[in-house]
Every structure is written in structure tokens, then in C-alpha cells.
């Protein structure tokens, strides 16, 4: 099969200087949606056709996988395909889709394929109550049995009589042609019509009057046909997807407090028994294991969490491996790199960067710790800072198995604090510290007899 999507158009209702296509649904643009689509289908050849933005698109989604046909200026969607046909393949059938029609089911566009065959034209075809704007679907009269009659014609709204416009079967603008019969029909589509473009809607009347079957088939939902013109419409479907795919996780067991309040921006693969809270957001690849809780307000991006973690409330996680049954949150930070062990504990406003924390080893309140390895039980007190930056260069903190880190402590790397090492609150460590020791570099504690606090000057009265 060959594929065309539609991309060229300006989108002028978006109010927006970015290529219509190129806004974002659940994260990532509207013409991705519909590429990862068409590539469950494995279609030989994917031709994009794009105008309005440039090289912005191709650049945006550029893929070995992608022709991409430049259409200037855009004289209408027949005009549109025309551009791709130097790229087409006239052995396999040409599917035809909208680079701003973001949810179309897969399912939805092997039905079509398989209705049409070999031979046919098909159409995708939705029946709205309002089919305003929307190319109507002609047909003739009705079988004795009921059934639809065949299809005739497409006529534009612009271009229709009352009859006309009183059809509620619409266009979706997807559909499949045998591609010799897509190049002859192309050349011979005229503009004389209201909007002086090429219809491609108008090679079906040319199918017809050739005798060629013209099938329909119809999508599982409307949504997904529902195309995106303005961002009140992207916001829509941004709403629509969402709820799906809260669906999908409910019906595969995971807990979802309540399926109109999560967001999932790229995957979420989740275990038996996990539950997620209101007011998260998924990005990117994020897979849980099984008895996993995600409390209120996280935002997890490409994020692995092993069984029976819990993460607490205002967490933010992005680029981390969290083992078993540890606990995070609340309001922790983990950013990219940090790998910590099971039954590890990282409490709140503790942030970490690139540091492995191995297994039971804890972290509970207030401390930075990046570019560090730290060993099994190891006691980060409150207030730990590694200070890994020296103003140019990063330098790594080393932390054995079972130190004990007092509370207040800069840790200056690189240093290394040895095993069952003890440090005293408030030590500033600059050289390694011994294992089994305690180290402490606090200058001691004094205390002066008969001292007296300052006294408020007397106020001079002025002259
Ligand atoms: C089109 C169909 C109409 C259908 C409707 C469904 C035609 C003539 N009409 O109408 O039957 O009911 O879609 O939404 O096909 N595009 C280009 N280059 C162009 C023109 C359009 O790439 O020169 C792209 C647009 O970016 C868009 C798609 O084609 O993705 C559809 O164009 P649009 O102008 O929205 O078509 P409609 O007039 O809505
Ligand atoms: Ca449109």
C-alpha cells in the first residue's frame, strides 16, 4: 500500500505561527498521531505532502521511512495528491489521509482497505447531525432491502443545493484508490467550482462513470475522523484521546482515582495492583511493576518503577530506575541518571542527579546529591549537599555501604566517604573520609561566661 497524508494547509484558525500540523496532541505533533498510525499498517511508501511552515515539518518529522512532496501554492486536495504521485507505487493501492485528523484507529483504516479490495474506490464516510463545511456523500436510490444505494457523487458544501446539504453521510476525506486509475483521475480534475480548487472529492463521480465500485466503510467511533482547525477543537481531542486511553489503563487494571484527570504523553505500562492518583502526567516511556501508587500531582517522564514503590504526592521524575518497594516523595526531584536500589527512601525537597543510590539507603529531607554512588544503608541526613560543580568541572561523591551522613554536611568532590564512615552534622568534607571513623570538621563549641548580647544605641535627639 502507499500512503498520502495532507499537511500542506495553513491551519489560519490555529491563531499560530507553528504549522497546524506541527501543534501538539498528548505531546507529540498532530502528524506524528497520524504517522505512527499509518505505520502499524506497513505500507510501502509514506508520501507527506507539506507547504505552509517550510521546511519546519519535514525537519520536525523527518524519518527514513518519509518522502515528503512540497505543494505550492495549495490549489486544493486534489491538487494536494497530485504532488505525491511521482512517488507512488502503481502495483499497490493509494490510502489517502489528513495530517490534522489525529485519531484515527488503525483498525478503522484496514477496514476501509479490505472493504475496497483490489479494484474499488473506498471511502470513509461518517453520518453527523451537523454536516456543515463537510463534502455530502450523493447516493443512489436505496436497495429493496434497505440497504444504502450506491454512491454517486461528493459534493462540497460550498457547491451544494438544499437538497444536497440536508445529506447527513459526510466525507471523512480518507480514503483508498487504485493508483493507475488515482494518476488518470488526477489529470483530468478542473477548479470549475465554487472555491477554484482541485477537489480530489471529484474523482469519485469519475469512478462512478466508469463503472468502478465506490465501497464505504464506517468508523467505530466519529471521533476519529474529528480533524483539528482551531485550538478549542485540539483541545477537544486532546480530551477525547486522553479518556481513551484512561480507558484502555482501567480496562488493563490499572487504578485511576478518576480517568478524566490523568495525562499520558507518550506510554504507560503498568503492572497488577497499581494506582494512580489525580492530576499526574506520563511522558515519554514510563513502565511500572505491579503494586505500584502514584500519588496526587507527580509527573513522571521516561521513568521505570519496580513492585510496591510508592511514590507520594508533588513528585517530579524524569530519566530514573526506582527499585522495589522503595518510597518516594513527597515533593521529591530525580532527574536524569538517578538509579536507586529497593527499599530506598527519598523524601521531601531532595533532589537528585545522575547518582546511584544502592539498596536501603535513604535520603529524607532537604539535600542535593548529584553525580554521586552511594552504597547500600547508607543515612543521608537532612541538609546534604554534594558539592559535585567547581565552577567548570563535575567531580563524582563516593559514599560506601553504611556511612552515616550527619545532617548539614557539604560533601566537596570528589571525595570519598568509606564504609560504616560516620560524619558530624555540619561537617564540611574536602578530603576522603575514613571508613569506620567518625569524621567531624567543626571548629569546637565554646561557650563565653559573662558575655552580653549589644545593646540598642540611645536615639540623639536632632537639632
Ligand atoms: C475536505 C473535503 C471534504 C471533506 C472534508 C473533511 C475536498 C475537496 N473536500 O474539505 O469533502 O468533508 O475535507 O474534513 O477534498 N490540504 C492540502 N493542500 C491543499 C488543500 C488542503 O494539503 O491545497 C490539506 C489540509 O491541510 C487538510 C486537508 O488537506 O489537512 C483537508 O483540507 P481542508 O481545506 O480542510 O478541506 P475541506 O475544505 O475541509
Ligand atoms: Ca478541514
Not at 14 to 26: C, E, G, I, T
Not at 109 to 118: F, K, P
Not at 129 to 158: L, W
Not at 358 to 381: M, P, Q, T
Request: aromatic share 4%; with cysteine; glycine share 10%.
Amino acid at each position: 500500500m502507499n500512503v498520502v497524508v495532507l499537511a500542506a494547509g495553513l491551519g489560519k484558525r490555529m491563531r499560530s505561527d507553528v504549522p497546524k500540523v506541527l501543534h501538539r496532541l498528548a505531546g507529540r505533533p498532530l502528524l506524528g498521531h497520524v504517522l505512527d498510525t499509518v505505520r502499524t499498517l506497513s505500507p510501502s511508501r509514506i508520501v507527506v505532502i507539506h507547504g505552509h511552515g517550510g521546511e519546519a515539518v519535514p525537519t520536525a518529522l523527518a524519518a527514513p521511512d518519509l518522502a515528503w512532496a512540497k505543494q505550492e501554492p495549495q490549489l486544493g486536495t486534489g491538487h494536494a495528491v497530485m504532488q505525491a504521485l511521482p512517488h507512488l507505487d502503481d502495483a499497490a493501492p493509494t490510502l489517502i489521509l489528513y495530517g490534522d485528523v489525529p485519531l484515527t484507529r488503525a483498525g478503522t483504516l484496514r477496514a476501509l482497505v479490505e472493504t475496497a479490495g483490489a479494484g474499488a474506490l473506498g471511502l470513509l464516510t461518517v453520518d453527523l447531525q451537523d454536516p456543515t463545511g463537510y463534502g455530502r456523500i450523493v447516493r443512489g436510490a436505496a436497495a429493496a432491502d434497505g440497504a444504502r444505494g450506491p454512491v454517486r457523487r461528493i459534493v462540497e458544501h460550498k457547491d451544494a443545493d438544499d437538497a444536497t446539504r440536508a445529506i447527513r453521510e459526510v466525507n471523512t476525506g480518507i480514503m483508498v484508490v487504485p493508483t493507475p486509475m488515482l494518476r488518470r483521475w488526477l489529470g483530468a480534475l478542473s477548479n470549475d467550482n465554487a472555491q477554484r480548487e482541485y477537489y480530489l472529492t471529484d474523482i469519485v463521480a469519475m469512478a462512478v462513470a466508469e463503472g468502478v465500485t465506490v465501497a464505504t466503510a464506517q468508523p467505530a467511533h466519529d471521533w476519529e475522523t474529528l480533524g483539528v482547525n482551531s485550538k478549542t477543537q485540539l483541545a477537544e481531542l486532546e480530551r477525547i484521546h486522553q479518556r481513551t486511553v484512561a480507558d484502555a489503563l482501567l480496562e488493563a487494571g490499572v487504578g485511576l482515582a478518576d480517568p478524566s484527570r490523568i495525562d499520558v504523553r507518550g506510554r504507560l505500562v503498568a503492572g497488577r495492583d497499581c494506582f494512580v492518583d489525580v492530576n499526574c502526567v506520563f511522558e515519554g516511556e514510563v513502565v511500572l511493576g505491579d503494586r505500584v501508587s502514584i500519588g496526587a500531582n507527580c509527573v513522571l517522564s521516561n521513568v521505570t518503577i519496580g513492585s510496591g514503590t510508592e511514590v507520594l504526592p508533588m513528585c517530579h521524575l524524569e530519566s530514573a530506575v526506582i527499585g522495589a518497594d522503595a518510597r518516594i516523595g513527597p515533593f521529591a526531584r530525580l532527574r536524569p541518571g538517578t538509579v536507586l536500589g529497593e527499599h530506598t527512601h527519598v523524601g521531601n525537597f531532595v533532589e537528585m542527579k545522575n547518582t546511584r543510590m544502592a539498596a536501603r539507603s535513604k535520603a529524607n529531607h532537604l539535600a542535593y546529591v548529584g553525580d554521586a554512588k552511594v552504597g547500600e544503608r547508607v543515612n543521608i541526613g537532612a541538609g546534604t549537599i554534594t558539592c559535585n560543580y567547581d565552577g567548570a568541572n563535575k567531580h563524582v561523591t563516593v559514599i560506601e555501604d553504611d556511612a552515616f551522613i550527619g545532617s548539614d554536611t557539604q560533601l566537596v568532590a570528589p571525595v570519598t566517604v568509606g564504609a560504616g564512615a560516620t560524619l558530624g552534622a555540619g561537617t564540611t568534607l574536602t578530603r576522603d573520609a575514613p571508613a569506620g571513623q567518625l569524621t567531624v570538621t567543626r571548629v569546637k563549641q565554646t561557650s563565653v561566661p559573662g558575655w552580653k548580647r549589644p545593646v540598642k544605641a540611645p536615639k540623639v535627639p536632632k537639632e
